[in-house]
């Protein structure tokens, strides 16, 4: 369970973009998760409420886009997504393509309330 | 009102990572993160490695594992520098917990630093601490089907420790799926068969590490 340390972080970056923008209040957090990071959705949910109780963030909304593996083959070079993991290329069916994007862990924006 | 951020949600700690890399740089130190999950044999490969290699390399060892603090005494039985990290109950060891810990040896006296990482499969995947290459362990007796439950673990690691293959008589897991199921998600990995219990396959694990020692020296 290392969201605790994700959230934490996520926290500690936010407020220092609130810091930079001089904002005091915000609507939203929006990250992209990697559906390949090792991070669970709802585990992070869960410990941004328990580190934002009483805090300059209770209330900010946690939104959570996941984002897809998204592969490239070696062989044709296209490019295709995949809910869970695969193995093989589905135009023409060479082995282990590589993933291009699905671990990533961004913060990607925050939003103030107008 | 939108404003776009776009930060990495880890980059304290890879930032730290990369200063604590080089550090042991400028020590000409090799440095190995060791995973796997709670008893698969980290401490007991440990052991092992050190006393094939000890009066060859001067080695350290970073114990991270919550799962029991004799892991150092293990480590210190066998006869080389050893410190224990208090993870506070921490899944996983990350730069900062490491920066503490290295600063308790005398870097340019070492050749080869173990990092014993907690006992656990996930987590540890995702934070760096400044290690040259990550390795993992997996006992037979966990089953053949961890790498595809597991794919980022095998994917960051670049050397797997199959261990316990003294019990495969004893288990449904088969050496050939794990290598099968390895091979879709890293095809680059270094697999070693062993038994840290009858030494079987140890030297070839010993002749890889030593190899990687040797290349980052250079
Ligand atoms: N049968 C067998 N047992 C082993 C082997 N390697 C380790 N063990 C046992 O597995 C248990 C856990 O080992 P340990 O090294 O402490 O695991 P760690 O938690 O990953 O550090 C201990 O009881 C070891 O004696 C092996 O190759 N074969
Ligand atoms: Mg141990
Ligand atoms: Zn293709």
Not at chain 1, 52 to 59: E, S
Not at chain 1, 68 to 73: F, H, L, S
Not at chain 2, 159 to 183: G, H, S
Request: contains cysteine; negative net charge; hydrophobic residues 40%.
């Amino acid at each position: 369970m290392h969201e605790m340390a994700l959230v934490q972080n996520i926290i500690d970056i936010v407020l220092q973009e609130m810091d930079k923008y001089e904002v005091e209040k915000l609507q939203a957090i929006n990250l992209a998760v990697g559906r390949m990071s090792a991070a669970v959705p709802e585990q992070l949910q869960m410990c941004f409420e328990i580190l934002t109780t009483d805090h300059k963030l209770t209330g900010t909304k946690l939104n959570i886009r996941m984002v897809p593996v998204t592969y490239k083959c070696w062989e044709c070079e296209k490019e295709f997504t995949s809910a869970g993991i695969t193995f093989t290329c589905p135009f023409c069916e060479s082995p282990n393509p590589e993933i291009i994007f699905g671990r990533e862990l961004k913060i990607e924006s925050i939003e103030v309330v107008d | 009102m939108k404003i776009p951020v776009v930060r990495n949600i880890l980059e304290v700690n890879d930032r730290i990572a990369d200063q604590n890399r080089a550090i042991f740089e400028s020590s000409n130190l090799f440095v190995i993160n060791l995973m796997s999950s709670p008893g698969a044999g980290k401490t007991s490969l440990l052991e092992k490695t050190i006393e094939k290699l000890k009066d060859r390399l001067s080695i350290g060892v970073i114990e991270g594992d919550i799962q029991c603090s004799f892991d150092a005494e293990r480590i210190a039985k066998a006869g080389v520098a050893v410190t224990q990290i208090n993870t506070d109950g921490a899944c996983h060891l990350d730069g900062n917990m490491i920066r503490e810990a290295m600063n308790q040896f005398d870097l340019s006296a070492l050749d080869l630093l173990i990092v014993e990482n907690v006992g656990n499969l996930v987590c540890p995947a995702e934070f760096k601490v400044g290690e040259n290459v990550k390795a993992m362990i997996l006992s037979v007796t966990e089953g053949d089907d961890k790498p595809l439950k597991y794919p980022l673990m095998f994917q960051e690691s670049s050397a797997l420790v199959i261990n316990k293959i003294d019990l495969l008589p004893y288990v449904d897991a088969k050496i050939e799926t794990i290598r099968d199921n390895v091979a879709k998600l890293n095809k680059d990995m270094a697999i070693f068969e062993v038994s840290c219990k009858t030494g079987e396959g140890i030297d070839e694990w010993i002749a890889w590490l030593e190899k990687q020692v040797d290349q980052a020296k250079k």
